[in-house]
């Protein structure tokens, strides 16, 4: 670099290939960006995690961009060094002047629009599914902050000296609480503490203060939350830690949470994720014993379908469990379609295709009730053990906000799903992006008792998907919060599987 300054760079113009340059501007429409330097940034972090660039040659026929557009002066810096390691790393040209710099801004963007443009075609240009695989990779640079507080930017979590008791000590004082930390555990994203209160009374002040404290300890937009804990006079509270300290867990760490569960042919054991201290989250989904999924565009939500439909199928053959997949929007479940799990042989699309499941799936339940009855049994466990055959049926339904708005009939008979399914081994997984009091009514929320939260916009959504706020505040990235009937809401992060994940573990 020695020739070369960041003066030189941000008074300068950058464009990429006349091919990047149309993947950029496709990626753009897909992904409801409004400038091509979004999509460049993305495609360049996308391809820094590559090897060497090819040697032949990258056309400079895309439109000029300035450099003021593609790099601010706090993050530049960062840019530079990560295009010069990698030129380092792989034999590329070194990072001495300006042309140097351009062409490996160009060859990564380059490399970088295409890898993108596969990513999106291979989840069916899937705008949740698309961001969830895209965060988890880190394809896009990590954070270098300049705050104290944050430690490091390696994905190992915290050790023990590093830290911030002191900071928070401080911080609470700052709010008016005087406390002491007895401990810290440091988890998959945040950390969690062991706070005495010196003064008890002062614990509605803490539960007050908590955005003030979340600014006090510079945490910018995430939020710290209290947790019971075991001992008198203290709370867990739990602190956000900065993205580039998060342990992402993903198909190994599902694999070796199932593994260490006895299988069973009478449960509907799901995984969706990890506790904030890293303990695995699991639970019978038959004795949920129907579950609804929510979360903003983006935040996990179809990844969190997949996980569930995953921890059934690697659990379950096809005699003792069946899936009926519901996919409107005919993006979510193709990967499944072959597969000796599914009830009626087929992944249901589409609007028409959607209701005749669910009007099967009644007739299925009448059609139980009455076998049943015959046998002389008030359950599905019982009548397997006596006549064989009756496997589990677990409907999963995406977007049930869009079929509902298309379709007012498909509310009704959904309802009474919920209400009756439950003892002849039907269950449902409803799933929706956006959840709204107009399409989820209180009656079916009062009929589907368990749920699952990824992050929201505003505390309103959180509340119908929980009945409860909490999951405005959650970090993204598969944050959830976990509600089952009768006990608290309990905090986790969601395991992610990429789609060749999926393929592979079906």
């Given amino acids: 670099m020695n020739a070369l300054t960041i003066q030189q760079i941000m008074s300068s113009r950058f464009r990429t290939s006349a091919d990047a340059d149309g993947k950029t501007k496709a990626l753009m429409e897909g992904l409801g960006l409004s400038t091509k330097a979004n999509v460049a940034r993305l495609a360049i972090g996308r391809s820094l995690s590559g090897g060497p660039l090819p040697d032949d040659g990258v056309d400079a026929k895309g439109l000029e961009i300035p450099a003021t557009s593609l790099f601010t002066q706090s993050d530049v810096a960062t840019w530079v060094g990560l295009l010069a390691t990698h030129a380092a790393q792989h034999g590329g040209a070194p990072m001495d002047s300006m042309d140097a710099f351009r062409g490996a801004v ?163 054991e799901v995984f969706p994720g990890q506790g904030v201290t890293g303990n695995v989250i699991h639970f019978d989904l038959a004795t949920a014993p129907h579950l609804l999924v929510g979360g903003a565009t983006g935040q996990g939500k179809s ?22 997949l519901i996919d409107p929007k005919q993006v979510e479940f193709p990967v499944y379609s072959g597969s000796k799990h599914l009830w009626n042989d087929e992944v249901t699309s589409g609007i028409t295709e959607a209701r005749n499941a669910i009007d099967a799936l009644v007739l299925e339940m009448d059609s139980r009730y009455a076998r049943m009855k015959a046998l002389g049994v008030n359950n599905v466990l019982d009548a397997r053990k006596k006549a064989g055959g009756f496997p589990f049926i677990v409907a999963f339904i995406d977007e049930l906000a869009d079929l509902i708005i298309q379709d007012r009939t498909v509310e009704s008979k959904i309802v009474r799903l919920a209400q009756a399914a439950r003892a002849a081994g039907i269950h449902l997984v409803l799933a929706t992006q956006r959840p709204d009091a107009k399409t989820f009514s209180g009656l079916i929320r009062s009929n589907i008792p368990s749920r699952i939260a990824l992050t929201v916009q505003k505390s309103s959504e959180s509340q119908i998907i929980l009945d409860d706020t909490g999951a405005e505040d959650l970090l993204g990235r598969g944050d959830m919060l976990i509600k089952r009937p009768g006990e608290d809401l309990v905090r986790g992060h969601g395991f992610y599987l990429s789609l060749s994940d999926v393929e592979a573990m079906i």
């Avoid at 609480?177 to 002040?205: F, K």
């Fill in 303 to 324: 990844v969190c379908m997949h996980v569930l439909i995953v921890s059934l199928i690697y659990r379950h053959t096809p005699d003792t469990l069946r899936l009926c």
């Fill in 106 to 268: 160009r060859g990564h963007w380059h490399r970088g629009a295409a890898l993108l443009m596969n990513d999106w075609r291979d989840v069916n240009e899937d705008y949740d599914a698309f961001i969830s695989m895209l965060l988890n990779r880190r394809a896009d640079l990590p954070e270098y902050p300049s705050d104290p507080l944050r430690s490091g930017t390696s994905d190992a979590p915290l050790a023990a000296s590093e830290d911030i008791s002191n900071q928070l000590v401080k911080a609470l004082s700052d709010i008016g609480v005087s406390a002491e930390v007895r401990g810290v555990i440091h988890g998959p994203r945040v950390s969690r503490y062991r706070v005495l209160l010196r003064d008890v009374n002062q614990l509605d002040r803490l539960r007050k203060g908590l955005e003030r404290l979340a600014l006090a300890l510079n945490l910018q937009n995430m939020m710290p939350t209290i947790g019971p804990s075991d001992e008198a006079r203290t709370v867990a509270l739990d602190v956000p830690r900065p993205r580039s300290t998060w342990i992402n867990a993903g198909r190994r760490e599902l694999e070796s949470a199932m593994n260490g569960v006895p299988r069973s042919a009478s449960t509907l």
